[in-house]
């Protein structure tokens, strides 16, 4: 395929950073052609400390594409993004871009809390490129699309998170964009910005615009993309439709959650160990581990087991539940009352196969006294996927249903 | 470089907008404060160096107060400039890391917020010059002239020292420094003439000394400017923004992974 049918085309893109924090930058202050003298002399001295951020990727996406950058945090998602964007340059290989691009990487900058949305507005169009005379036209769009239009004339100062979000993407929606790529934002908006967002996004994409979208909520990314790049410390490991990657990214993370654990897998110690795990509650019982059965699929149903001590508690419950990729728990179970005995108990929950669209999940397993005050509550790092078959209607809603559905009949048919 | 600019031209516009509409909302005087860096340096000139140190005007029958203000306006632009233009690109830290546009817009809005300092102060000479009784004589003419000079120089300046700055930050630490050396080296607050022999050629590779002194003879002696000092300001001003667009130009890609 020829550069000028991709809306992007990436070439061995490759880019090194230097490490050197806090200290004046004297091999990056010398201009070509001095730097490569320099570098041909002491070629020691010249890559020392370096890493390369990204490497030798090489990837096209034709015009109406709508790609995903998936990744840990330091993957090279974001410095991907800004070699597309050109606000930086690669140290080798090559980026085309056919059309107009548009960054929206964070939403704040460019903006000035001491101007107002309008006039902010002009400013972040001035930055794209765009004309105070090409923005006037588009102002009353803007302000439409952001639903701000009596607050047009505060200072952003007095603006919420939310509203800033809107006005920045409501600014970019009404540039004449061709490529566009937008880092986590999204996610700031509240969900009926969000949806109105997905819908605009999906008509740009229908008059053949292109999306670039970063982000860490898998949900949004299964939302919004049919393609995915999957990185791995500035390497590309995998790319292709968006619920395949997200299911072995989805599988990959699971085991890295498990290599980082001690080597007993799934002993209450391991659980324990898991990083990052939250938990909170009043006390007075408490949990002592967790294990939760196999990765289940879709239909198999899961089973944990919980192990717990009451210390002055004499009744309760333990719940489990499930939360997505966005926090949201999609369900929750709850044991009968139990009474405590002294010493550490034990039980043993299974859940029924979750009729969940295929995605990770992350349980939670809390002891609440019969009032319903939280005890001890565990919410873990660690996901575990549901992965489906793949289906169309995959991609859509929180549950999956199943359905029967009768012989399609036409009216016209004879027969 | 300079096309991709022409293109965001708008951009340096709104900025400089933006530098305006910030800049005095929430103070005191406000526009005064566009006047009140020189005439601060001329009340200073006139009680130190004329009163304490006895400097004379360089020509007999101009007061000196209107000999050191003629040299202070086209001063303050310069020392302004580099104060604010030099930081100014590592100050926009978060546009240039996550925002592609030409990085040059930066310098060079705070260079335009300058001039237009740099117009009130002017007009604020005038009306000192008219009330004083002075009048300005017909060589005022050449102003346009000298100022496109001056800002050559200017720009040369600030693009150099911004990108700079941007790999070693010791370049913003020495602008007040470097800023307050150069004005004790240059002919603002005494004549030119008072600097004899090997002193005087390490002062006229100073381009900033052609520039001052011209705009004192148009404006104060109601002399042309001499063709020597134009000479030697042209050419330094030319080569240094031949220096400053070449190394802005040659590291401005770099900027956002240093910065």
């Known amino acids: ?39 041909r002399t002491f070629p020691n001295w010249w890559t020392r400390d370096t890493f390369d951020a990204l490497h030798d990727v090489t990837f096209s996406a034709p015009p109406g594409s709508s790609v995903a950058i998936v990744g840990h945090n330091g ?153 995915a790049i999957w990185l791995d410390h500035g390497r590309v490991v995998a790319t292709g439709p968006t619920p395949e990657i997200l299911a072995g990214y989805g599988t990959a993370m699971e085991r890295r959650d498990e290599d980082a654990q001690t080597p007993a897998k799934g002993s209450v110690r391991s659980v324990l160990a898991a990083r990052g795990m939250q938990r909170w509650g009043s006390g007075g019982a408490r949990l002592i581990g967790v ?13 944990l087991h919980v192990t717990f001590e009451a210390e002055d508690l004499e009744e309760g419950v333990i719940c489990v539940g499930f939360l997505d990729e966005t926090g949201y728990e999609v369900a929750a179970v709850q044991s009968p009352a139990l009474r405590f005995a002294r010493g550490p108990g034990s039980v043993t929950c299974r859940v029924a196969p979750l009729p969940l669209r295929p995605g990770l999940y992350f349980p939670t397993v809390g002891i609440l006294s019969h009032d319903g005050i939280v005890r001890d509550r565990w919410q873990l790092d660690r996901p575990m996927s549901i992965l489906g078959g793949p289906s169309l209607a995959s991609d859509f809603g929180v549950v999956s249903l199943s359905s029967d559905w009768t012989e399609a009949s036409f009216d016209g048919n004879t027969s | ?89 590592v100050g926009a830290i978060a546009m240039v890391t996550r925002l592609p546009f030409p990085r040059a817009a930066i310098p060079f809005s705070m260079i335009g917020t300058s001039m237009i300092d740099l117009g009130v102060s002017l007009l604020g000479f005038i009306l000192f010059a ?68 090997a002193l005087r050629v390490l002062y006229l590779l100073n381009p900033m000394t052609g520039i001052v002194e011209m705009f004192r003879q148009i404006l104060a002696y109601g002399e042309a400017p001499s063709m020597d000092l134009m000479l030697l300001a042209v050419v330094g001003a030319l080569v240094t923004l031949v220096i400053g667009i070449w190394y802005f130009a040659a590291t401005e890609e770099r900027f956002a992974d240093v910065i």
């Open chain 1, 1 to 39: 395929m020829s550069s000028e049918t991709n809306a992007f085309q990436l070439e061995g893109l490759t880019k090194t950073y230097r490490i050197g924090v806090g200290q004046a930058r004297v091999r990056e202050a010398l201009p070509p052609p001095v730097d490569r003298l320099v570098a």
């Open chain 2, 130 to 197: 008219v009330i004083t009784g002075a009048g300005l004589p017909i060589t005022a003419l050449w102003l346009p002239l000298l100022l496109l000079i001056e800002l050559v120089l200017v720009v040369g300046v600030v693009l150099l020292g911004s990108a700079a700055n941007v790999f070693a930050r010791d370049i913003r630490l020495a602008i007040p420094l470097v800023t307050q050396l150069w004005l004790f080296l240059t002919p603002v607050m005494y004549p030119l003439e008072n600097v004899d022999g």
């Open chain 1, 75 to 227: 993957a090279g998602k974001t410095t991907m993004l800004k070699l597309i964007a050109r606000v930086t340059a690669p140290t080798r290989g090559s980026v085309q871009v056919t059309g107009r691009i548009a960054a929206l990487i964070d939403v704040l900058v460019g903006f000035h809390p001491d101007l107002t949305g309008r006039e902010n507005v002009y400013l972040l169009g001035a930055i794209q490129g765009y004309s105070r005379k090409e923005m006037r036209s588009r102002v009353a769009r803007i302000m439409d699309f952001a639903e701000i239009e009596e607050l047009a004339d505060t200072p952003l100062k007095r603006f919420s998170a939310g509203m800033v979000t809107r006005i920045a993407f409501a600014t970019i929606a009404a540039l004449d964009v061709d490529v566009l790529l937008v880092d986590e934002v999204l996610a700031v908006g509240d969900a009926a910005f969000q949806r109105k967002c997905v819908r605009w996004l999906e008509e740009y994409r229908a008059g053949g615009g292109t999306l670039v979208f970063v982000s860490h909520n898998l949900g949004l990314v299964r939302s919004m993309t049919k393609e």
């Open chain 1, 291 to 303: 294990q939760v059965g196999e990765p289940s699929t879709n239909g198999a149903g899961v089973e």
């Open chain 2, 1 to 89: 470089m300079i096309t991709r600019l022409w293109r965001y031209r708008e951009l340096v516009l709104s900025l400089i907008r933006r530098q305006y509409q910030l800049r005095y909302r929430q103070s005191l005087v406000g526009f005064a404060w566009a006047i009140l860096p020189p005439l601060a340096s001329l009340f200073v000139a006139t009680v130190v160096f004329h009163g304490v140190i006895g400097v004379q005007s360089g020509k007999p029958g101009v007061p000196y107060t209107l000999f050191a203000l003629s040299a202070l306006v086209p001063w303050t632009f310069f020392s302004q400039s580099l104060t604010a233009g030099v930081p100014s690109v």
